[in-house]
Each structure stands twice: as C-alpha cells, then as structure tokens.
C-alpha cells in the first residue's frame, strides 16, 4: 500500500519539471532563449534522475529501506523521458531534423559523441524494463545489461562538462555525485571479494595422520 | 525582569521599497518639472544642476541622436530579452542573473585611465569622454559565440574620435581595454572562471575602423548595468565577448594583447574573434545562429555581415588568426 502510493507521488513529482516547463512556456516566462532553456532543464533532469536510480542501490542498504526497489524502474523511466525529451528538443529545434547535420556532429563534436552514446545505451534499459524481459534474458543475463546505466550515467557527466564555456562548478558538482555513487559499488564489491577469500581460507585443511 | 517584545508594524502597512522609491523619485521629479516650468530652464539641464550623476542613471534619455549610415533595417530584439540574456561574467555565469546582481552597480563617478604608448596619458572621466563627440544611434547585429544573435540600437560613436584625442604614438601598434575588477560589487569576480580583470584587445586599424563604437547607450537611454555601462565597446563584426564591458582602462601598446578568453582557452578562443561561419569553434559549429526571438536557425555571415571590414584581414589566414 505504501509503496502503491509512494509510486503515485514519486511519479506526479517527477512531471512537475516538465509541466514547469511547459507552464512557462504558455506564459512568456522562458525568457530571452526559450529554446536553450528547454535543452539544459531536460538535460539537467535527465542527469538528476539516472544519478537517482543510481542512489537507490546505496540508500536501501545504508537505510535499510529495502522496498526501495520498487521505485527505480520508474525513476528509471523517467530519466529516460526525460533524455529523450533533451534529445528531441536537439533534433528539432536545433537541427530541425536535419539528418545529415546531426550525423556530421555527432562525429566531429565530442560533447554530441558522447551525449548521443549515453541517450543511446539507455534506449535498451528502457526496451528491457519489464518483468516479462526480466524473466526472458534471466536476472544474471538482465543485470549485466542493465550496468550499462554507468556508461550512461558517465558519458552523460562527461557531456555536460565538455558543452560548457567556462564555469564547470555544476558538472563537476554532478562528477562528485556520481564518483560517489561508483565508489560506493567498488568499496561493496572489494569487500565482497575479500570475504569471499577469508571464507575460503577459513576452510579448515583436513587433519594430518598422526605419526 | 520581562522585556515584552516590541509592538511590530503588520506587514501590511510596510510600503514596498519599490514603491517609496517611486514615489520619491516622482515627487522630485514633479518639484523639477514644475520648477523648469516656471524659470523656463530645460528639464535635463536642471537635473544636471541638481544631481549631476542623475542623468548618468539607467532609463535616462538621451536627446540629439542622430543616426547612422551603418544601421541595419533588420527588426530590433526586445529590450527586455537585451537587459535579461547577458553575458556579464563579471556578475555572473547564468545568463539570466546579472539584470538583478548589477541593480545597484555604481557608474558614477568613473574614470577611465588612458595610458601606455601614447601622448596625453591621462584619467578621463567618463561624462566628458560621452561628450568627446556627438552621439549616433547604431543598429547593429550582435552575434555570441555561443551561437545566438540579438540587433541592439546602441548608443554612442566611433572609438575613434577617443583615440584621435588620445593621441598614440607610433609604435603603439595595439589597443587594450580592461573592464573594472572591484569583487565587492561584481560577485562574479570572488570565483575564478576567468581571470580578472577581463582584458580584450584590437589592432590599432581595428580600432580606428568607423564601425568599432565607444557606446554609453541603448534604445535612446543610457547603458543598463548589466550590458556594460558606463562605457563599453561595441564591435559588430566580431564575436560578443571581444565588446568588452564597463570599461576603466584603455591602454595603447606594441605587444598584441592577451584577450581574458584567449588566456582562458587558447585553441578555441583567438585574438581576433571574427565572425566567421567556416572556422567552427572546435567543440561546435558557427554555421547557423539563433536570433533572439526566431524559432528557425539563420546562416552565420562572414563578418556578420560588416564586409567594409573584410580590408583589415586581406591576405591574412582566418582559420589560423581565429
């Protein structure tokens, strides 16, 4: 019940930068530069939501809030709303789809290269959310593709810091976030390993014969 | 012993600071009008006489315009997108924020320090500098680096007419600006993104060109704060940052100057800084830019469309004098 409900807030409070958006739009209130305002706020939540998956991992067992869990697809799913929102509003109002001169940035701009990478490794994150997919790949087989979030989650860090002039305090800011996050999954994994070896040393050797 | 708290005002009867300020401003404003009324001496004289700097504040009119040769028909960019989408590094990063952090920025008194290889080194200030020569109105195209453009009616005249007055010498083969460093009004200096003072430089042709404008106004008023007042440049054929802003210093000299950007990022920000839409920026294109107020991309013209300046760079690679 709680978790039903948290999904419903989670969910209506995730649309809340989209209906911002579109509230300031119909009111004038995008400002100068309407058209960059929608690209870096769709990029921005973008970022902001596949670094909250990412937490959701760390919070449950620092926490112990275990049913956790049961929100990340949908915080997932969003990030990826949002990512293909930023990368719409690209296509559209920056390149009126014009093909040609997208395949020509995404080559020869490394901030495109790499933005463009990270929207498209979440394309199959997205495909494989369901339970259906989950059982059909196996949980091994799903877990392992669905790492692909760390790419995604770097790259999309990386393409923030490359578009920017000169002030780098907020990707930086976003770096910091995520180097945490990843610290955390190498500081669970090398103490998984290193109790792994203690266990194994910890078999006892069977006993010599006595003389 | 009880100290009870004092009777506080209910905030509804706390007059706005805005609206104090209005009405102050209205009563000595109806005390001046009705007063030149009576004595028959014109209005802005009268101000001048009560309150020098009152005429050097934003919104002032300013009268005897007259216009260019150089202005183009092209439809003006809303004040309103020109004093909130600024570019001001001094104040801040987001474009959005120096309209406010430069509300209270002081303009008055200023000077300008004019010295290096020249023969009248001296500190001008900056009210008779507006009065070195009559003042044009100019429409330019202005056009960022980082792609958009916007057409502002700027106010002013030729730097020329300041420079001829300065009087160079001749081995003075550069001119250099600096725009004020003082962090206690400009919180964009407390941060080091660039560095400080922000310096931009011409060649001395560049800078006798007739279209290079000293510019102390905009949209028939004086300079807003946040687009460089008192005293900027303008230079329409080159990209926005090479404007530089709230100008202290002119300083001529035989050294090419280093720009504050071409110090921060030489390989992607040069001295020259044409407008050039077949030279990218090496992380994005030049190609197309957005006018303010357009949905659909326009095409980057060479110069920004200033060809009378085309002369100045004959023979000289654009691609590597970026």
Same mark, same amino acid.
């Given at each position: 019940m709680r978790l039903r409900f948290t999904k419903i807030a989670i969910f209506l409070a995730a649309l809340i930068p989209l209906g911002r958006l579109a509230w300031k739009a119909l009111h004038d209130g995008l400002g100068a530069n309407p058209i960059e305002v929608i690209t870096h706020s769709t990029g921005d939540w973008t970022l902001i939501l596949v670094l909250t998956t990412l937490s959701i991992t760390p919070l449950r067992r620092i926490t112990r809030q275990y049913w956790l869990i049961g929100v990340r697809r949908m915080i997932g799913l969003f990030a990826f709303f949002y990512g293909t929102l930023h990368f719409l509003t690209y296509i559209w109002l920056d390149k009126f789809f014009d093909v040609h001169e997208m395949l020509k940035d995404i080559a020869k701009r490394r901030f495109i290269t790499v933005g463009f990478t990270a929207f498209v490794l979440m394309i199959p994150l997205a495909l494989t959310s369901t339970a259906w997919s989950i059982r059909r790949l196996g949980g091994r087989n799903w877990q392992l593709l669905h790492r692909l979030i760390y790419f995604t989650a770097i790259l999309g860090v990386i393409h923030y810091f490359w578009l920017?002039?000169?002030?780098h305090r907020k990707p930086i800011a976003y770096g910091i976030v995520l180097s945490l996050l990843l610290a955390y999954r190498v500081g669970v994994w090398a103490s998984e390993k290193a109790s792994e070896k203690r266990a194994q040393q910890a078999i006892p050797t069977p006993a010599r014969n006595p003389l | 012993m009880l100290i009870g708290k004092p009777a506080g005002t209910p905030s509804s009867e706390i007059t706005p600071k805005s609206t104090y300020l209005n009405r102050r401003k209205f009563l000595a404003g109806a005390a001046i009008a009705g007063a030149a009324a009576v004595t028959g001496v014109a209005y802005r004289d009268l101000v001048d006489l009560v309150n020098p700097s009152l005429t050097a504040q934003a919104n002032a009119k300013i009268d005897g315009l007259q216009k260019s040769s150089? +202005?183009?028909t092209e439809k003006e960019t809303p004040y309103k997108d020109v004093t909130n989408y600024n570019n001001f590094y001094e104040f801040s990063t987001d474009k959005y924020e120096p309209a406010d952090l430069a509300k209270?920025?002081?303009?008055?008194?200023w000077t300008v320090t004019i010295d290096g290889d020249v023969k009248k080194k001296q500190v001008l200030d900056v009210d008779a500098i507006i009065k070195m020569a009559s003042p044009e109105e100019r429409i330019y195209r202005h056009r960022c680096v980082e792609g958009w453009s916007i057409v502002v009616p700027w106010i002013g005249f030729s730097l020329s007419e300041l420079i001829k007055r300065a009087d160079p010498l001749p081995k003075a083969k550069y001119v250099e600006f600096t725009t004020l460093y003082d962090p206690k009004q400009m919180p964009g200096q407390r941060t080091n993104v660039l560095q400080w003072p922000y310096l931009e430089g011409l060649r001395m042709d560049e800078a006798m060109h007739p279209l290079a404008l000293l510019c102390f106004g905009m949209y028939g008023e004086v300079l807003p704060n946040q687009d460089g007042a008192p005293l900027r440049i303008v230079?329409?054929?080159?990209?926005?940052?090479? +404007?530089?802003? +709230?100008?202290?210093r002119i300083r001529f000299t035989g050294d090419q100057p280093l720009n504050s950007w071409q110090q921060y990022a030489p390989n992607e920000y040069g001295f020259y800084s044409n407008v050039n839409p077949n030279v990218d920026h090496p992380r994005w294109s030049q190609a197309k830019e957005r006018r303010l107020g357009e949905f659909l991309k326009r095409p980057t013209l060479m110069f920004n469309g200033y060809d009378q300046v085309a002369s100045l760079y004959s023979g000289m690679d654009l691609r590597r004098n970026f």
């Open positions: 920017v002039k000169a002030d | 150089f +202005s183009t209270n920025f002081k303009t008055r008194p230079l329409p054929w080159k990209y926005g940052f090479k +404007s530089a802003k +709230s100008i202290v």
